[in-house]
């Protein structure tokens, strides 16, 4: 079975603009999902990635208007601006989703959940009790989750991940990995696609 690797983070507006249009892409074509949930904040320290110099002005037209017109064309419900907890630890979101995928949850259902939960209601993603409703309310037992979050095999592979992202090195969430290419963005999932039924010509990176 063709795999799709999906790198992303548990706060990550293109993530949550992207999350349907990948599960469609995968189900055409057959493919599994793997969650690869990683630390954002220190793939851009590491890499000096695009947002980290951005003047103001650059910063909310691809925070504000490309998130909000991206959400249109895909037909999602987002909040106007930014959520109020977003410069939060996502750290716990993140592990949590890892713990989902490691025990055999419905990981694909949980972060659709987590991250409309953060871009529509404003949830605060560091806020044990506030994932617990979030995955409760998606009909997963979120207990063990929780309690599997805090684990250092969780934590390794949160680490595991997150060092992929820097080693690759990676722009951003989401990214998406299919037999060794990568595509970084929500606006190149017709590219995953393609990729899928007929590789790209050709490697990256070249010798």
């Not at 189900?27 to 320290?45: C, G, K, Q, T, Y």
């Not at 995928?101 to 949980?110: F, M």
């Amino acid at each position: 079975m063709a795999e799709i690797e999906y790198f992303y983070s548990a706060h990550s507006a293109f993530a949550y603009i992207g999350d349907r249009r990948l599960h469609e892409i995968a189900r055409e074509a057959s493919a599994r999902i793997v969650h690869r949930p990683f630390d954002l904040r220190r793939l851009m320290l590491a890499t000096g990635g695009a947002a980290n110099s951005m003047t103001p002005e650059r910063r909310a037209y691809f925070s504000r208007r490309e998130i909000e017109r991206w959400a249109a064309f895909r037909g999602l419900e987002i909040m106007r601006g930014i959520p109020e907890s977003h410069a939060n630890d996502f750290t716990l979101a993140n592990r949590v989703l890892i713990a989902a995928a490691e025990a055999g949850a419905d990981v694909d259902g949980l972060a659709f959940a987590t991250m409309q939960a953060h871009w529509r209601d404003g949830a605060d993603l560091a806020d044990a009790a506030g994932l617990a409703r979030i995955g409760e309310g998606a009909g997963i037992a979120m207990a063990p989750l929780l309690e599997a979050a805090a684990s250092d095999h969780v934590a390794a592979i949160h680490e595991a991940n997150t060092q992929a992202a820097i080693a690759r090195p990676m722009f951003g969430s989401p990214t998406y990995i299919v037999a060794g290419d990568m595509f970084y963005g929500q606006d190149h999932l017709e590219l995953v696609a393609r990729a899928l039924s007929e590789p790209f010509p050709d490697t990256w990176p070249r010798d």
